[in-house]
């Protein structure tokens, strides 16, 4: 084998280093790096990459259609004001928490459970056939409940009942007189508590009885904040 001082290049689609080693091909002015049989990209180790460009693009092979498809990571265009670092969490995090950042490109986990000026609202669902006590959701403490309603999805028959509130207070947040579940499909039922915030957590129930009924759905849904 021959050494060159100076390769400036060659006429060549690929050059191989070593023995066995990678290749790097050329593909319409895109450089390839080829396993040593050139039947599949070779992986490519640094300690730092710099893209000149505005994007990634994982699995950049993909298929067009289908279940395979690419991934983009991509930064702002325009309107960015500075540049900044993304450090991502050293952890996977915890379930129901979400990412927050302090401002300076640093993120972490935090408890969204907790966030506070921030509408949530749980979803219960309700059939013809449920128990008397359906339990619903643990309402964080300090929190505010704006408003539930109730959503006739399939009209019941018989004379059901039906009241939303806490054990020993079942008719807390909606009382069984501020919703009738024999309405017609499509109707719903909505009131506003405006009850002050417990310091502590509270275990919402449903507590709701067939009256012989033998059809019927309906969905429970309740907004609620926790006030900064």
């Known amino acids: 084998m021959g050494k060159f001082l100076d390769l400036i ?4 689609a690929k050059l191989q280093i070593g023995i066995g080693g990678v290749n790097l091909k050329n593909s319409s002015g895109n450089l390839l790096v080829r396993n040593p049989a050139d039947d599949g990209d070779a992986s490519l180790t640094a300690s730092t990459i710099n893209v000149s460009g505005n994007s990634i693009v994982i699995n950049s092979d993909a298929a067009s259609s289908g279940s395979d498809y690419s991934i983009t990571i991509a930064r702002p265009t325009s309107g960015m004001s500075a540049a900044y670092t ?3 969490p050293p952890d996977d995090g915890t379930a129901d928490y979400v990412l927050k950042t302090d401002g300076n490109g640093n993120t972490s986990w935090a408890a969204n459970s907790g966030a506070t000026n921030q509408l949530a609202v749980d979803t219960t669902s309700l059939a013809f056939g449920s128990a008397s006590t359906v339990s619903m959701f643990t309402l964080p403490a300090n929190a505010v409940i704006q408003a539930v309603r109730v959503i006739v999805d399939t009209q019941f028959n018989g004379t059901p009942s039906l009241s939303i509130g806490i054990s020993g207070t079942t008719s807390k947040y909606m009382s069984s007189t501020q919703l009738s579940l024999t309405a017609a499909a499509g109707t719903i039922f909505e009131v506003y508590p405006g009850i002050a915030a417990s ?3 509270e275990a919402l129930i449903a507590s709701y009885s067939a009256g012989s009924a033998s059809a019927g759905a ?5 907004d609620y904040v926790i006030p900064s």
């Open 9 to 12: 290049g060659t006429t060549l």
């Open 218 to 222: 309906a969905r429970i849904e309740v």
């Open 199 to 201: 310091g502590s957590t």
């Open 86 to 88: 993304f450090t991502l």
